[in-house]
């Protein structure tokens, strides 16, 4: 698909096309949130809490790895750490690296980069992941041909306009097996397809500094040396398999299951390749409302352990802003929609959002 010329630039639509309600909704929404912040005299970043939460996953991250590659444990207690590890890698993710990533860690730059850096340390690329998250992810959310996030071809169809194959009549049935592959697929083949292809998708990347390469290969290597040659060296070839697969499978369920709740269920939106659908005709703020679900926002345990990415709709609209003040955000989202009348999708439970999910499968197993 050949590259949009609006790509790269904020979506723009003509003054004198835009509603009242549309040219005003983000502008009223932004001012409210600010004057959360100034009336409380918070800032917009992490705090302490935050930092604390950061130090006891990291903790609890490298002290699984130690015993369970220096002091190994029983099959039994192996497999159950590993599983731990892996919900411990996602959650590392989706805390620290992510905000990091997207500025909100910390208020100082140099520690949203340390922050950020620990993707490269779980065996992906931070210099990637900007590109494909931070720029087309979220700012062309659920645009096929555009959002590589919508991309799962050919195992699994996620929107009417992709093309249809036959594997797709079961794809309800078997997507958690799919999913399962994510983390694998990210570290040992799209980073590398990415590196070399110097896209994401129909994307060009920018080009990487000679740092950018130097972090790519070092951080590479490192991973493999700790999760696979070491760990091979100290507890043989059989052992290192069938936890590194326990751990990286059920990393990669976490993590696109977490995406697929927030983005292809009932009710959100989607928009075709079709260059006559371009560019978007909503503002970009309910363009964001469309295609982004909440779910299970009373979960204190989901909400800790996701990062608040259960808060998905006040991350993409306030991606700036740390997920510690999500709950306080949603409140005043919430209501600034209900009185312009724009929708804000939520499923209140875990459960719910699943359910969703797979009947959104199950209408795109057809033809």
């Known amino acids: 698909m050949s590259l949009p010329k609006f790509l790269g630039k904020p979506f723009h639509v003509p003054h004198q096309e835009r509603s009242l309600l549309s040219s005003s909704f983000h502008t009223e929404l932004k001012q409210r949130i600010n004057s959360y912040f100034e009336n409380r005299q918070l800032k917009s970043t992490g705090n302490w809490r935050l930092y604390l ?8 991250y490298v002290a699984l790895y130690v015993h369970l590659v220096f002091f ?17 890698t996602a959650a590392v993710g989706f805390n620290i690296m992510h905000d990091g990533i997207h500025g909100s860690f910390s208020s100082r730059k140099w520690v949203n ?18 590109t494909k998250h931070n720029i087309i992810h979220h700012t062309y959310t659920n645009i096929h041909g555009i959002d590589d996030d919508i991309e799962a071809r050919p195992l699994l169809r996620l929107c009417t ?33 990415k590196y070399f292809t110097r896209r994401v998708g129909s994307v060009a990347l920018k080009p990487m500094a000679i740092r950018d390469h130097i972090s790519f290969w070092s951080f590479k290597l490192i991973h493999l040396f700790v999760f696979v040659a070491l760990p091979i060296y100290l507890v043989g070839v059989s052992n290192w ?10 990393t990669g369920f976490v993590l696109s299951i977490v995406f697929q709740l927030a983005h292809t269920v009932e009710g959100t939106s989607f928009i075709g390749e079709d260059k006559s659908s371009l560019p978007i005709e909503d503002e970009w703020a309910i363009h964001q409302l469309k295609t982004t679900a909440n779910f299970a926002t009373h979960n204190r345990f989901i909400s800790w352990w996701l990062g608040g990415l259960n808060f998905q709709i006040e991350h993409h609209l306030f991606p700036r802003i740390s997920h510690i003040h999500y709950p306080a955000i949603s409140k005043i989202i919430r ?25 959104h499968l199950r209408g795109l197993s057809r033809p």
């Open 335 to 359: 209501d600034t929609c209900r009185e312009f009348d724009i929708p804000y999708l939520e499923y209140p439970r875990v459960r719910l959002a699943v359910a969703s999910h797979v009947s």
């Open 161 to 193: 306009t992709q093309s249809h194959y036959l594997i797709h009549r079961f794809q309800h049935w078997y997507f958690w097996a799919a999913y399962s592959l994510l983390y694998l697929w990210w570290i040992f083949f799209t980073d590398y397809k």
């Open 53 to 60: 939460k950061a130090l006891v996953l990291l903790a609890g």
């Open 72 to 88: 190994t444990p029983s099959t039994a207690w192996a497999i159950a750490e590993c599983l731990i590890l892996g919900g411990l």
């Open 113 to 130: 980069k340390l922050a950020g850096l620990t993707l490269n340390m779980l065996g992906a690329n931070n210099f990637m992941w900007k």
């Open 241 to 250: 398999l069938w936890g590194f697969l326990t751990f990286s499978l059920f």
